[in-house]
């Protein structure tokens, strides 16, 4: 298992840097997904779930941001992906050199690279990683009421994940007003509820991820 040890970058321009990064991979052909959440909102079961659904399509590639460990780019490795591990040198987000640096180390051109990002509402809601789309999970067990917290995770992201649908029998969580909070926050927003342990939901989901693919190749 590669494990690359990040350090903060040194440039002080990262919107720069993230849309120069952007053209590159675009003229790569690879989609690059940041996907951001909560500690345990469920991003690397539903990349698990998402790889195994499109890995005979097409090519995958992980890279999991943590501040520690590699158990998940080991489990995305297991899951059929090329998988790669960084380590934010205590940091509680990428940033566009950070991901340039881990995506430096994958051997292959993939045609769809997901970032997982350091799990926290707050600060990778602040930095461009350079991404072609930005994609947020909130799961069922944390509250249909974090668009009222954490505002700028529901602004800078292209599409909404609610997770973990399967509990929703168990917590109060309001499907209806969680739609209108994000909404309100984003208008543009796309909304994908889904399980990804029942697989309910997980079509859309898929069929949304391969249209993305399809348009990035496509537009060049
Ligand atoms: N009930 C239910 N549990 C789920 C679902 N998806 C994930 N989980 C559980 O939620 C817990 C956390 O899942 P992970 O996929 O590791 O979450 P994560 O967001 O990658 O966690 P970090 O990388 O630590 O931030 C695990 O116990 C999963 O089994 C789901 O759709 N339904
Ligand atoms: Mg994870």
């Known amino acids: 298992m590669k494990v690359i040890e990040l350090h903060e970058s040194v440039t002080a321009s990262n919107d720069a840097d993230a849309q120069a990064m952007r053209i590159r991979m675009k003229e790569q052909g690879s989609l690059l997904i940041n996907l951001m959440s909560s500690p345990g909102s469920g991003k690397t079961t539903l990349l698990g779930a998402s790889i195994k659904a499109l890995k005979d399509e097409m090519k995958i590639g992980v890279m999991e941001a943590d501040i520690d460990s590699s158990v998940d780019a080991e489990r995305m490795e297991a899951a059929g992906a090329e998988s790669i591990q960084v380590h934010t ?42 991404a072609g789309k930005n994609v947020m999970i909130l799961s069922v067990p944390e509250g249909d009421d974090k668009p009222l917290k954490y505002p700028l995770m529901f602004q800078k992201s292209d599409v909404l994940v609610i997770s973990k649908i399967d509990a929703m029998p168990y917590f109060n969580f309001s499907l209806e007003d969680c739609r209108k909070r994000a909404k309100m926050l984003n208008p543009g927003i796309e909304i994908y509820p889904l399980s990804a342990k029942t697989g309910d939901g997980m079509d859309a989901w898929i069929a949304w991820l391969k249209e993305e693919v399809r348009k990035w190749k496509e537009d060049k």
């Open 89 to 130: 040198d205590g940091m509680c987000h990428m940033d566009a050199g950070m991901s340039a640096q881990g995506l430096a180390s994958m051997k292959r051109d993939n045609d769809l690279i997901f970032l997982e990002n350091v799990g926290n509402l707050i600060c990778p809601a602040e930095f461009d990683t350079g």
